[in-house]
């Protein structure tokens, strides 16, 4: 939500992006989805609200990018590789913390990996740095005060949950949440105050 507007990415079925756009003031959707020009080949994405941007990153053949849209001029930036080299990642989370972005990605090795940006100094950190995990297959993240919660759903049915202190810069140990699911397919997760 940037001022009570809800802005909404999915990818079609080709791997395109589209955007919508929910007007909570004028109480009303746009009438269709809009195909965003660059995204083609896309199989995950996320996003997170930035001052006045969504901050959208997507994986595309096992390679992480990141684009932002400018609500203010309605206009995409041009996709960019997010620094650090993965590849084989096949699952993608966002959070904010702050002026900073937190991103985590199942890499090919079913580990959790982590990148983070600044994105008012427009610098990445040089590196992902794997926090682990094992035969993980999904992953969702939400923010809440200096931390950022990571849940993760595995090949063995559990979901897992990990979380990273940003003061301190430390992750903490993966903890399992109670109860045994089959063949678990998505996972989401939100706090609120």
């Not at 932002?68 to 995409?76: E, I």
Request: net charge neutral; hydrophobic share 35%.
């Amino acid at each position: 939500m940037i001022n009570n507007v809800l802005y909404v990415q999915v990818i079609g079925s080709s791997g395109d992006l589209y955007t919508q756009t929910g007007d909570y003031n004028a109480g009303r959707w746009n009438t269709n989805w809009t195909p965003v020009a660059g995204g083609v080949g896309l199989t995950s994405i996320s996003s997170v609200k930035a001052g006045p941007f969504v901050r959208l990153v997507g994986i595309n053949a096992g390679k992480v990018y990141g684009r932002d849209f400018d609500t203010r001029s309605n206009t995409w930036t041009v996709w960019g590789e997010v620094p650090g080299g993965i590849t084989g990642a096949k699952d993608i989370t966002t959070a904010r913390v702050g002026h900073t972005l937190q991103v985590q990605v199942i890499g090919s090795d079913g580990a959790l990996h982590n990148q983070s940006a600044d994105y008012l100094a427009g610098v990445w950190n040089p590196a992902w740095s794997k926090t682990g995990g094992t035969g993980l297959t999904r992953v969702t993240s939400a923010s809440a005060a200096d931390n950022v919660h990571v849940y993760a759903t595995g090949t063995d049915g559990q979901v897992q949950n990990i979380a990273l202190d940003t003061t301190t810069g430390s992750w903490t140990g993966w903890n399992k949440i109670p109860g045994t699911l089959t063949n678990p397919a998505d996972i989401t997760a939100t706090t609120t105050k």
